[in-house]
């Protein structure tokens, strides 16, 4: 057996210029370069194609300032005008991305397969994640589950859509916090959406009254803390409705109408609330007595009552 | 001067006929502020005669009942959108108004200010109460011109157009500024203002019309087509026998939202006095001082006493800006 390779390698030093191991590497080396075809990339290549990159980057960035800015100014249209920004991100990095292949890289057909194969291979092993986000992403942008103004509630999260991104949505929570969410789990997720794109919306508002309480009256002032707010929306098809529910120890007097401008939520809340409890007080409506909503509510989503 | 309302009249006047023969069909007679209805209201008071009583609604906010122990089948109403106030309780007098006016059985001619009427109409479904309704519409150039020259002879004035600036003098940027209050000190920020008068006279080139007729056009557009501002502004413009076209464009308005709520219930009413914008505002932690104080600083509102009313002349760009935020519609 050792005879055997002493010959062959013996047969190899000849042909080999350099002789030794070394000689017999380069050889190999040699043959598999000139079996593949080669890239063509230099570093020149590469930084035109990060420079495109990077103008792409700058040019998301100032579109989405620009078209912020504008939705601001033609108030009545702000959501309108901001569903164009995802729209735009896409255009620009889809054009981006078409560029530096086509143009800076120049592949050929055998390069674009193997650039492919690379990308499939690159895909399945590791980038899985990040192309179901973006392909997630394009899908949020086409089918429009959302759009960015709308306020959602996702994976339990409820806020106003700030950016769609090609990665992940943002939300800003009510209490301000930025919550990033991966848009391959949005599609995944349970999605509500409580204005769907449009900028009126539907607030409800649940004030709790003992029992005992003059209930037809507690609705009365309701509906007129309602409809006078400064942030109320009535019109034909955006009625104020004003229900009462019967609980074993309290009840619940809830208002539905729409606010102007999304943003209003919280004000429209708060402003009805406060001036409806005003007028409570003053007509002797009280509250249910201490711990009894809490008892309702529990054997209510025990399916007791 | 050319008869105004005729259309209105005839209506009015079948209506009128229609209870003389048992039909019975309340009227609400609708307008914008300063259309100038009571014009209107004093031709209908004339038509009833001895059966007719004419009432301001203003006196019967404190004493409804008044108008029960009223004598007259028929009864005129004016701004009856003053039975109501924009608060919790605020609608009282205006539901017992209409609880009356179902069931009596006399006819009620009542005239109400447009965007008081909007807004009842959503919360209190008022077209229910009302089932002949006249809006009173916006007039076209011609109509005001008519209006305007009835009382004048032909060529009796002369239309001056001011003096053009010259060419170099056409600014398309000019320098403004807007008010600031940082740190309790009043700011004037300096900004860059586009004279779209200039750059629109710069981009059109068309035939030059004579200036009477540019006088009316613009004063139709200035004044939204309503008769009652046409004529407030007719008379800063006459200088007679000359009338100078010299019609500024309405102010743009930059308030907030409690401001802009505010506004809206001045133009609501049209006129209003403190106290009772005091009433609406103060349980929203709102100053009515404050807020009048700076609408009068806007030039948006004129103070006469203890009572606020919108300036006729910057009434468009109000119903402009409370549309935007749709706090009138």
Redesign the interface.
Known sequence: MAENLTEAYSNLSPSTPSGGASGVSANVSSSISSDIPSLGIDSSIVMNALLVLALAYAATRIVVVLLTWLSEKV??HRITVKMAIPLAKFAIYGFAMYHVLGSVLQLSTAQLVAFSGLAGAAIGFGLKDLVAELVGGIVIVLDKPYQVGDKVRIDGHYGEVRDIGLRATRLVSPDDSLITVSNQKVLSQILANANAGSREMMVVIDLFIDSASDAARAME?LR??T??S?YV????KR??TVLLKDRPFYRRVRAKAYV?DLRDEFQFES?VTK??W??FEAEGIEPPKAGVVDIGAGSAAGGIV | MTPRFEEEISLIKKVIIDFGEGHRSNLAVISDPFYGESELVDRVEGMTGEEGIRINARTLIRDLEALEDARGRIVIIEEVHRLYR??????DTMNSFLKMLVCSDRLFITTWNSYSWK?LD??LDLGRYFSRQIKLPKMGADQIRDMLLSGYEEGELTFVEEEPPKAEELKVLSRGSYKKTLMGHCVQIPRPVVDTRSVRSRLTKTEKKPPEDVFFDRLTRISDGNPGVAEYLWKEALDYPQVRNALKDPPSIGLD??DS?ALSIVLSMGSVEVEELSDVLE??DLSAERVVGLLEEMELVFLEGDVVAIRSEALKSVVEHLR????V?
Do not use: M, Q
């Open positions: 108030y009545e002032i007129e803390a409809v006078t400064r929306y009535i019109s034909e009625p104020v102007y402003d001036r409806a005003e007028a | 924009r608060k919790i309780g605020g609608f807004y959503e919360v939202y409690d709520f349980p929203l935007r935020l749709r706090l519609w």
